[in-house]
């Protein structure tokens, strides 16, 4: 029993030690920005696409060329495209331009909130694992199911008559 704890433990440094260089052998991520100074990033939400650009200002946020207040009128929604910024503690360090297409407002929201937080990450890399552990970078791949034939509705049938 010893002998088979002491070879487990063997094995565990082994193992630590064989991924040690692999771990020190990964590139460090690097920011990706463009010659003016902007990350881009792309987010998708249901039907909704959003083309996003991240640079460092006041926190001013352009949808399609309108104010946040003015796109997205819902607090609701207002509160979802300021949830990367609260979650990485960089509130009104940076400007965002975003066009948006596609979709209604609440997956445009979800769009340019994922384009967003792409962004982010892009533009800082530090900001990647508190960003991921939120859940911000995976896109939410929930859509509309499709219409059946034969079905009123995805899944909703006609109603049944006994006679």
Known sequence: ???ELKSLEDLKSAV???AAPAAEAAPARQPMRDEHGRAYATGKRKDAVARVWIKPGKGKVTVNGKDVNAYFARPVLQMI???PFQIANVE??????????GGGLSGQAGAVKHGVSKALQLFDPSLRPVLKAAGFLTRDSRVVERKKYGKAKARRSFQFSKR
């Open 92 to 101: 009104g360090q940076f400007d965002v331009m975003a066009t948006v297409a």
């Open 1 to 3: 029993m010893a002998e």
């Open 16 to 18: 630590g030690a064989a």
């Open 81 to 83: 495209l300021k949830q």
